[in-house]
Every structure is written in C-alpha cells, then in structure tokens.
C-alpha cells in the first residue's frame, strides 16, 4: 500500500511489511489529506501534478501500492485505463468502492513484483512505496520492464521528519533510476503545502523516469 506520510518525526509505516498492516490501517487510512483527498483544494492539487506526469492522451496506467485507490481515481477520471495492486484486501475493497463504475482492475499482490503476467503499460505510478523495499534496484528493474516502448515511471518519494529522518534522498533516487532512462525529470514537492494539506519542512519529491523505444526493448531482454 502507499506508505503512511508521517508527521515530522515519524516514519512511515513500511509498505514492504506484511498486508496485516494495510488491513489494520485501511478504515482510518484516508483521514491524512493526501490519502484520501478529502479536502478539495488537497485533491485538486494532486490531479493538477498527475495531468502534468500522466500522457494527456488516455493511456494504461499501472498503480503499485495503490491503497485505497485515490491517485487511481483521478487517473481514471482524466480517461486513463488503471490497474491498481495493493497487498492489502482491505484497502483494495476501498479502492473498488471508490472505482466502481471506472474501467479499472484491481489485483491483490506485491508491488515490488505485481501479478500482471506479460501486460505492459504506459506508465507505472508508485508513491511512497520504493524506499522501503528490500531490493529497490531490483524494484526499479523489475517496473521498468513493464513499461511499453516510450513508457514512464512516475516516482512519488520523500526523505521524511527532520531529526531523524527515514525514506530516500532526491539525490539517491535519481542516481538509481538514471541507468534505466533516456532522461530523469526530478520534481521538488516540498513546497507545495496544497498537495499534504499543510506546510511541510522535509524532503518530498517526484521522479519522472522517461524512456525511448529503444531502452525499454532492451529492458525487456534482461
């Protein structure tokens, strides 16, 4: 599931962890404004950052971590064909509540290895999910492969709390995503208090990982 995005101080609970965390968290995940984007002015400002990172033709779009389905939503409203994964079937009964009606498919399993047999996508979406797998360079492989020629990564991460922060600096992502891409677009959040529903003081970001025809045909060979 998306990671819990913590107040100062705090970590995030580990999407990595088993999905007895997800469903225990699943009823009152949506209270923080930027899961559940309850607050209009909160979820405005996450569709106004997805119309940017998403093709502006409909396009497929797999969720990784997708929990209860929001950022899936405004995906789908925007006219993209979503597939969502979430280890939590707690969370996943949320997320189809919110989608009934959208074409979107929603598939229990591990972000980190998605049960999507040999579909690929337009874009694989991923928000505070990659810093706390056990093997992120192979995560970041593994989603890359599934990526139709052209295809992007769109990494939504962060470095959280200030005395003692945990997640993934800007600055290490980008050096891991880079082999993979023909250009890495990073995407300071921090400032933009409308997307957290409050100032914030730590380090939150988006990477955007582009790739060409031809590194994601040799993507595919590995």
Same mark, same amino acid.
């Given at each position: 599931? *998306?990671?819990?995005?913590?107040?100062?101080?705090? =970590?995030?609970?580990?999407?990595?962890?088993?999905?007895?965390?997800?469903? +225990?968290?699943? +009823?009152?995940?949506?209270?923080?404004?930027?899961?559940?984007?309850?607050?209009?002015?909160?979820?405005?400002?996450?569709? %106004?950052?997805?119309?940017?990172? &998403?093709?502006?033709?409909? *396009?497929?779009?797999?969720?990784?971590?997708?929990?209860?389905?929001?950022?899936? /939503?405004?995906?789908?409203?925007? #006219?993209?064909?979503?597939? =969502?994964?979430?280890?939590?079937?707690?969370?996943?009964?949320? @997320?189809?509540?919110?989608?009934?009606?959208?074409?979107?498919?929603? /598939? !229990?399993?591990?972000?980190?290895?998605?049960?999507?047999?040999?579909?690929?996508?337009?874009? !694989?979406?991923?928000?505070?999910?990659?810093?706390?797998?056990?093997?992120?360079? %192979?995560?970041?492989?593994?989603? @890359?492969?599934?990526? @139709?020629?052209? #295809?992007?990564? !769109?990494?939504?991460?962060?470095?959280?709390? $200030?005395?003692?922060?945990?997640? /993934?600096? +800007?600055?290490? &992502?980008?050096?891991? %995503?880079?082999?993979?891409? *023909?250009?890495?677009?990073?995407?300071? /959040?921090? #400032?933009?208090?409308?997307?957290?529903?409050? $100032?914030?003081?730590?380090?939150?970001?988006?990477?955007?990982?582009?790739?060409?025809?031809?590194?994601?045909?040799?993507?595919?060979?590995?």
């Amino acid at each position: 599931m *998306s990671a819990h995005t913590p107040a100062d101080g705090a =970590g995030p609970a580990l999407p990595g962890a088993a999905a007895a965390y997800g469903d +225990a968290a699943a +009823a009152t995940f949506d209270d923080d404004p930027d899961h559940g984007l309850r607050d209009p002015a909160v979820r405005a400002a996450w569709a %106004a950052r997805l119309r940017g990172w &998403l093709p502006p033709e409909p *396009s497929t779009v797999l969720d990784l971590g997708c929990g209860t389905g929001s950022l899936a /939503l405004l995906a789908a409203e925007r #006219g993209h064909r979503v597939t =969502g994964v979430d280890r939590s079937p707690a969370m996943l009964a949320r @997320a189809r509540a919110k989608l009934a009606g959208w074409p979107a498919v929603l /598939l !229990v399993g591990d972000a980190a290895q998605p049960p999507v047999g040999e579909r690929r996508f337009d874009v !694989v979406l991923v928000r505070h999910v990659l810093w706390a797998l056990p093997d992120p360079v %192979a995560a970041l492989r593994h989603w @890359a492969g599934l990526l @139709a020629p052209g #295809g992007r990564l !769109v990494l939504v991460e962060g470095r959280w709390g $200030e005395s003692a922060p945990v997640g /993934l600096p +800007a600055a290490e &992502l980008t050096a891991l %995503a880079a082999p993979l891409a *023909s250009r890495v677009e990073l995407v300071p /959040l921090s #400032g933009e208090p409308a997307l957290w529903g409050r $100032e914030v003081f730590d380090e939150r970001y988006a990477v955007l990982v582009h790739t060409d025809r031809g590194a994601a045909g040799r993507r595919g060979e590995d």
